[in-house]
Structures are given as structure tokens and as C-alpha cells.
T-cell receptor, first 113, second 111 residues
Framework: EADIYQTPRYLVIGTGKKITLECSQT?????MYWYQQDPGMELHLIHY???????EKGDLSSESTVSRIRTEHFPLTLESARPSHTSQYLC????????????FGPGTRLTVL | GNSVTQMEGPVTLSEEAFLTINCTYT??????LFWYVQYPGEGLQLLLK?????DKGSNKGFEATYRKETTSFHLEKGSVQVSDSAVYFC??????????FGSGTQLTVLP
């Protein structure tokens, strides 16, 4: 069983607010990822990190930013939330082993009014 | 680039029916292949994986075989249960080390 946590699970906020979605893992994985999942279920990689102080943008352009100051922590920040940011955000980490399997957190469902 | 094509849903079956969800891929080299499952309101859980050609991944009665000659990784289960109702994602990890997902298949199993 993977130990990866996301908070909050659900968030409803107004336009223009700054928010941070938390993601942490206790498995010591170097690699971490953020995905955005649209209502049609498709997942899009928006950020990833291969280690402390390393962050890269993913395939889908996003106005969010990430940081990786500690191995276990990979928060995602939106400086000014808009209704177009309404989505499910999934965090994952991977073990670098055979197949480099990714393990996912439970997700944060964000609604911006 | 890499791509995954998954059978479109939704799929509705009666309990104890046989399940097949088709998945084909395009990739260079020798990708690793995965099936993930997402239950309502939750994140993705790894269901099974295969890291080389002819490998068979299996878990909870589900199976999938890595077929390089047909570039496929079809998911099968002999007898589905109501509790198997979920969204199923096929994915591959290529040389870029990032996962490429299919579009997901919604499965509903009726009692």
C-alpha cells in the first residue's frame, strides 16, 4: 500500500484567491508528479520533479507553480484561482524500480466559483 | 511520441460476465505497461503491470499480457463483480520516464 497523502480532499474557493494543494509521501521516492484530471477523465501531467530543488513543467500548460524543498513534500500553488482551474488534481510519486511504478494520492477536487 | 489508445466506454456488464478492455500503444523502444483503476472519488490505484514482452500482469482476478507483436495490453477478467465498477486506465512508461495514459474506460457492473 502506497503512503502518499493529499490535502485538502475538497476545496471550494472564490476567484482571485491564492491556494496551495499539499502532497506528501513517506516512501522516500525521489520522483513526484502532479496531474490534472478533467471531467472527461483524461489525465494530463502538469508538473514533475526528479529530486529536491528540481521541478519541470509537464505536457499540459498550467498557471500553477510547484516547489520541492524536501524529498517528501511537493506542494502546488495557484496565485490567483479562476473558474477555469476547477478540476481534480492528483499527486503521484515513483520508486525508480522495475517499470518505475507511480503511486497516486487520493486527489484534491478544486472548485473555483 | 508515445500514445495509448483505449477502448471507449462506458461498458456495462452483468455480474459474473467476462470482461475485456482493449488497449493498444505506440512507443519507441521497450516501454513498461500498466493498468490503473480509479474508484469514485478516489485517486488511481495500480492494478497490474508488465515490464517486458510476453510478461503477464495479474491482480485481483484481472490479467493482461504484454504483446509486442500486436502492441497491445488488453485487460481481462473472467467473472466481474459489482465492486469492480470503476474507471480503468491503461498507461505506458517509455524512455522519457513519464507515464502516458489512455483516456479511461468507465465500467459499470450490474447485480
Amino acid at each position: 500500500e502506497a503512503d502518499i497523502y493529499q490535502t485538502p480532499r475538497y476545496l471550494v474557493i472564490g476567484t482571485g484567491k491564492k491556494i496551495t494543494l499539499e502532497c506528501s509521501q513517506t516512501m522516500g521516492h525521489d520522483k513526484m508528479y502532479w496531474y490534472q484530471q478533467d471531467p472527461g477523465m483524461e489525465l494530463h501531467l502538469i508538473h514533475y520533479s526528479y529530486g529536491v530543488n528540481s521541478t519541470e513543467k509537464g505536457d499540459l500548460s498550467s498557471e500553477s507553480t510547484v516547489s520541492r524543498i524536501r524529498t517528501e513534500h511537493f506542494p502546488l500553488t495557484l496565485e490567483s484561482a479562476r473558474p477555469s482551474h476547477t478540476s481534480q488534481y492528483l499527486c503521484a510519486s515513483s520508486d525508480g524500480g522495475a517499470g518505475d511504478t507511480q503511486y497516486f494520492g487520493p486527489g484534491t477536487r478544486l472548485t473555483v466559483l | 511520441g508515445n500514445s495509448v489508445t483505449q477502448m471507449e466506454g462506458p461498458v456495462t456488464l452483468s455480474e459474473e460476465a467476462f470482461l475485456t478492455i482493449n488497449c493498444t500503444y505506440t512507443a519507441t523502444g521497450y516501454p513498461s505497461l500498466f493498468w490503473y483503476v480509479q474508484y469514485p472519488g478516489e485517486g488511481l490505484q495500480l492494478l497490474l503491470k508488465a515490464t517486458k514482452a510476453d510478461d503477464k500482469g495479474s491482480n485481483k482476478g484481472f490479467e493482461a499480457t504484454y504483446r509486442k507483436e500486436t502492441t497491445s495490453f488488453h485487460l481481462e477478467k473472467g467473472s466481474v463483480q459489482v465492486s469492480d465498477s470503476a474507471v480503468y486506465f491503461c498507461a505506458l512508461r517509455g524512455s522519457a520516464r513519464q507515464l502516458t495514459f489512455g483516456s479511461g474506460t468507465q465500467l459499470t457492473v450490474l447485480p
